[in-house]
């Protein structure tokens, strides 16, 4: 069982920057792929992000490419998402997921954080 925290989000400003991080329960944290998703109103949950477990490898969708960086520390059980050259239509409510190794879906998400992008 994991269970995910994410940090407060926030409102900045078109072209600001903002990092969040989400603090996973568990030892077996570094067990884990994580990625971050996203959700705009009236819009479907997208992916954003996601990690392996070691840190290795790291993919994004195409949209926040070159501008969205995630990296984890596995010894803070700990995932971030720097954020930077923010979009209003990045606005959204971010979350983060943990999935276990073997599984094709993510099995524990946190209860998500509002971000706004303002023009």
């Known amino acids: 069982q994991v269970q995910l925290v994410e940090s407060r989000g926030g409102l900045v400003q078109a072209g600001g920057s903002l990092r969040l991080s989400c603090a996973a329960s568990?030892?077996?944290?570094?067990?884990?792929?994580m990625g971050w998703f996203r959700q705009a109103p009236g819009k479907e949950r997208e992916f954003v992000a996601t990690?392996?477990?070691?840190?290795?490898?790291?993919y994004y969708a195409d949209s926040v490419k070159g501008r969205f960086t995630i990296s984890r520390d596995n010894a803070k059980n700990t995932v971030y998402l720097q954020m930077t050259s923010l979009k209003p239509e990045d606005t959204a409510v971010y979350y983060c997921?943990?999935?276990?190794?073997?599984?094709?879906?993510?099995?524990?998400w946190g209860q998500g954080t509002q971000v706004t992008v303002s023009s």
């Open positions: 990690i392996t477990w070691s840190g290795g490898r790291t």
């Open positions: 568990g030892r077996t944290f570094s067990s884990y792929r």
């Open positions: 997921a943990a999935q276990q190794a073997g599984r094709a879906t993510y099995d524990y």
